[in-house]
């Protein structure tokens, strides 16, 4: 979402979970479940804080994160 994985790491990433059968995900409504996350009880004032793959194996937070990034990243992973 953010460029903290390289491109490369993203695709290993997306070839691998190709080959692992997972149902197909239901239709959601993302506003409502955005919003929701406002909710969380971990949430710093207005921020929330999600955790990005910055390696295979290794994590990053970022609080910059945007409601378009969401449904941006989510539309990616329903187009596959």
Sequence with gaps: IKGHLSENAFLRVENFLRRVPVPSLPEVHLRPLIQATFKDKKKRGKKIT??????????????????????????LVRLK
């Design 50 to 75: 999600y955790v990005l793959l910055s390696r295979i194996g290794k994590t990053v937070r970022d609080a910059s994160v945007t409601e378009s990034d969401v449904m941006w990243a989510f539309q």
